[in-house]
């Protein structure tokens, strides 16, 4: 497992960006597919968007594609998620999770497939 920091929540009007970033803080990523999920209150944690271990293979949920933009830094040991137009129901608090793999599968969506959580970083969208 790896120790996941996220931050760059907070609350902010429909139709603003955030920029949520995750930081390891003891071992590097470059082994582990990382993925961003939700989970609004009274519902099931949600799959936000996932990215392979070299970057280039990405997937999103519904909610996300059009929206969200996840990208990972592996010399700093960071993955970030863009998120653009934001809505009310964008409010959740948002989730890094880190899976170590050595193979082929690239990309997760399951929250049971990811062995490694931050803390998660509240996202607020309200006018």
């Known amino acids: 497992q790896v120790r996941l920091v996220e931050s760059g929540g907070g609350w902010v009007q429909p139709g603003d960006s955030l920029r949520l970033s995750c930081e390891a803080t003891d071992r590097a990523l470059s082994a582990y597919v990382l993925g961003w999920f939700r989970q609004a209150p009274g519902r099931e944690r949600e799959f936000v968007a996932t990215?392979?271990?070299?970057?280039?293979?990405?997937a999103y949920g519904d909610s996300a594609k059009g929206r969200f933009t996840i990208t990972r830094d592996n010399l700093m040991n960071i993955a970030y998620l863009q998120m653009e137009s934001l809505a009310p129901e964008d409010t959740a608090i948002y989730y890094c999770a880190a899976k170590y793999t050595g193979g082929w599968r690239d990309t997760y969506d399951a929250p049971e497939d990811y062995g490694s959580w931050g803390q998660g970083t509240q996202v607020t969208v309200s006018s």
């Open positions: 990215i392979g271990r070299s970057g280039g293979t990405t």
